[in-house]
């Protein structure tokens, strides 16, 4: 069952434009915005305690991504220091759908829609959040 949260969690992270980011015209290459959302989730589970590396070896989970939506709205350039964010949209047992924006300042550049499911990492089967997952976002949402 999804469900849908409220008063969302945000987290923000923030970002450089690399020359590794970029294309010939000096803005970042379109699917270069797809790692910017998922440095920001990583970073995120990192501040709530949560080691992916840790989740993968340990209790052999791993979390794929099930679905991606992106809407470019500017184009972001060499050396841009931008601000990432991610609050979690909706949750089901298996799965997070996360909202994301990267901005430059106040100007959105591009807004995403980020659906990560959770899998046994042997089968790459569905397995439920970690518990301690859950209960570590619950309890950021509440203190904040």
């Not at 969302?8 to 790692?35: C, H, M, Q, S």
């Not at 992106?70 to 350039?77: H, L, T």
């Not at 060499?78 to 799965?95: M, Y």
């Amino acid at each position: 069952m999804t469900q849908p949260l409220a008063d969302p969690l945000v987290f923000r992270w923030p970002v450089r434009v690399y020359i590794e980011d970029t294309d010939a015209a000096g803005l970042v290459y379109y699917a270069n915005y797809l790692k910017f959302p998922e440095r920001c989730r990583t970073e995120w589970l990192r501040s709530l305690g949560i080691d992916l590396r840790e989740l993968a070896t340990r209790d052999g989970v791993a979390f794929v991504v099930a679905d991606f939506e992106v809407s470019y709205r500017r184009p972001a350039r060499l050396d841009d220091a931008l601000t990432v964010d991610a609050a979690i949209e909706a949750q089901a047992r298996s799965w997070l759908v996360s909202r994301q924006h990267a901005r430059r300042g106040d100007e959105l550049l591009a807004a995403a829609r980020v659906k990560v499911a959770c899998a046994d990492a042997a089968r790459l089967a569905p397995l439920r959040l970690p518990a301690r997952l859950v209960q570590r976002l619950a309890a950021a949402a509440t203190s904040s």
